[in-house]
């Protein structure tokens, strides 16, 4: 796994570097967190997932509890078809795990100051490349998934599911239900 975990990074570090020179006029600043509390989902694969829930395990008891009800109160607003803030965005409006955040943050960025009446805008070049980094990660994790992040930690957090896929595993029919209701794709499908 350590091998892909460096894959991802080179794939996010190839991101950033693409996509530096459309950056330069970002509005974005520190505490600016509207896209983490209104701008829609946060997609991810099972592997950056996988990344993300060995940096819980590494937190104490009561962070990780925190966490665990946050993702678990953003499922349930998700599956009403509410929005909800990011599980990692604390009070202060930083990131709990900003360092291996997922390719969906990185990529939101926005021109102009964004709130209730202004979405984030963007460069049409970036999200194309944007695009194209998604497919790399899909690629990357061949035997996974891509979905909101509360609903693939929560694949992850499901023994029988996290030991097929740590195995390299593929068995697509065994969360067939629950993809189909949480709108998971297969990254295999997704990338042929």
Do not use: W
């Not at 993702?71 to 900003?98: H, T, V, W």
């Not at 390719?103 to 926005?110: G, H, P």
């Not at 593929?170 to 042929?192: C, D, L, S, V, W």
């Amino acid at each position: 796994m350590e091998t892909k975990f460096d894959a991802i990074k080179e794939i996010y570090d190839d991101f950033r570097e693409e996509t530096e020179p459309f950056r330069t006029a970002a509005a974005c600043a520190k505490g600016c967190a509207f896209c983490c509390t209104d701008a829609g989902s946060i997609d991810i694969t099972t592997l950056e997932g996988l990344r993300i829930r060995n940096r819980i395990a590494q937190l104490p008891r009561p962070q990780q509890s925190a966490i665990k009800k946050a993702l678990a109160k953003d499922a349930r607003q998700r599956e009403q078809g509410r929005n909800s803030p990011c599980p990692f965005l604390m009070k202060n409006m930083a990131c709990r795990i900003y360092d291996i955040r997922p390719l969906a943050c990185r990529r939101i960025y926005s021109l102009k100051r964004c709130g209730p009446e202004q979405s984030p805008v963007l460069h049409r070049q970036v999200m194309e490349l944007a695009g194209d980094a998604i497919h790399r990660l899909q690629a990357l994790d061949d035997t996974g998934y891509s979905g909101h992040i509360s609903y693939i930690l929560s694949m992850l957090d499901t023994p029988a599911f996290l030991n097929v896929y740590s195995a390299g595993g593929f068995q697509p029919e065994a969360i067939m239900a629950y993809g189909k209701t949480h709108k998971i794709a297969i990254n295999r499908m997704m990338t042929n």
